[in-house]
């Protein structure tokens, strides 16, 4: 079997190579997708797509880079500056694992003679009948499946996450002992896009617009100051926000058509239900009246709930116990213990 791994440049996909070139023919490849021009992205990718050569010659296994600049700008950074537009909050690595890692990379690798893909991700792909069901990792704390709910049956089927079976300090302990050049090297936190962080600044700079100051509003609909642009907040926060009410007040919502962002008490953030579109079902045709665990944030724990699902492409998820900010534009992901059900993106809170 011919296997090509994404590889990063970090210890995770390293040591997914090396797990890799002892079942498989394999050969890396690191994904060149975003830099803006600027000297310390472009040197930040250099020295990523080294240490990945580096990697990848001390594995004897070949390396290449593919440029995949323009379809990330298309699919992933141009969707993310739409959605904050809107007042969304989008989840650029979704869209990134959908399109470019799952998509564009595997579509590569068939065009090029592999089998399959292999990437350091955190999860475990499991062989059912004829299904391909995507699972937590064993490793709970570094799982990723949430980020994965997206892919398809069809990916699934040619794609291999041996680091599933694994602890992060078994990955670096094999590094060390292989002796790799990146086995101590720090995980990456940031959008890779935004690598300050600053994302509000990212959308002013990209699109060439400052977002205008608005009205904050309580939930009659009384002024009581005012917000310095609608893409700047998210739901369900507290610090930043400039005003001095004399008690905590949060982001309960927030229109970009009129710019204006609703504050509140936290009692209010807390929803029944929450509608979820464009659902990807991984586990099955139809949910409907089943008992899951939905999870709305990468890193919070999954709750009870029951799946109503309407239709083939939209579930309301009833949580046993009302789950705090829903916040449209991120990712609801329902599992059956370790089993990745589907997910999708959430529309809507429900009281």
Do not use: W
Not at 30 to 43: A, F, S
Not at 171 to 184: G, H, Q
């Amino acid at each position: 079997m011919k296997t090509l791994v994404g590889m990063s440049g970090g210890v995770d996909s390293a040591v997914t190579a090396y797990l890799i070139s002892k079942e498989c023919d394999a050969a890396g490849i690191t994904l060149q997708l975003y830099d803006g021009g600027r000297p310390d992205l472009i040197e930040k990718f250099d020295r990523e797509a080294h240490d990945a050569s580096d990697v990848c010659e001390r594995l004897g296994i070949v390396h290449s880079v593919l440029d995949l600049k323009n379809q990330f700008n298309d699919l992933v950074i141009k969707h993310f500056i739409d959605e904050y537009i809107a007042g969304r909050t989008p989840n650029p690595c979704i869209q990134c694992n959908i399109h470019i890692k799952f998509g564009l990379m595997l579509d590569y690798a068939v065009e090029h003679g592999f089998d399959s893909i292999a990437t350091g991700h955190y999860a475990r792909v499991e062989r059912c009948g004829d299904k391909y069901l995507l699972k937590k990792a064993k490793d709970e704390t570094k799982d990723q499946s949430y980020v994965l709910y997206g892919l398809t049956g069809a990916q699934l089927s040619k794609t291999i996450l041996p680091l599933g079976d694994y602890t992060k300090a078994q990955a670096r302990a094999i590094a060390e002992e292989l002796n790799l050049c990146v086995a101590r090297k720090s995980d990456s936190q940031d959008i890779c896009f935004v690598p300050d962080g600053d994302y509000a600044a990212f959308i002013e700079n990209s699109i060439g617009k400052v977002f205008a100051a608005g009205d904050y509003l309580d939930l009659d609909g009384k002024v009581l100051g005012r917000h310095k642009g609608v893409i700047h907040y998210t739901i369900g926060q507290r610090k930043g926000l400039g005003i001095a009410l004399g008690h905590h007040a949060f982001v309960l919502d927030k229109n970009a058509a009129t710019n204006q962002i609703i504050l509140g008490d936290e009692e209010h953030l807390f929803y029944k239900k929450v509608e979820v579109a464009d659902v990807n079902l991984t586990a099955g045709e139809s949910l409907d009246g089943i008992h899951a665990a939905g999870k709305l944030r990468y890193r919070h724990r999954e709750q009870p709930c029951i799946i109503h699902q309407s239709d083939h492409n939209s579930v309301i998820l009833e949580f046993d116990t009302p789950v705090r900010a829903p916040s449209a534009g991120q990712a609801a992901v329902f599992y059956d213990g370790d089993t990745v059900l589907g997910g999708g993106t959430i529309v809507k809170g429900i009281k």
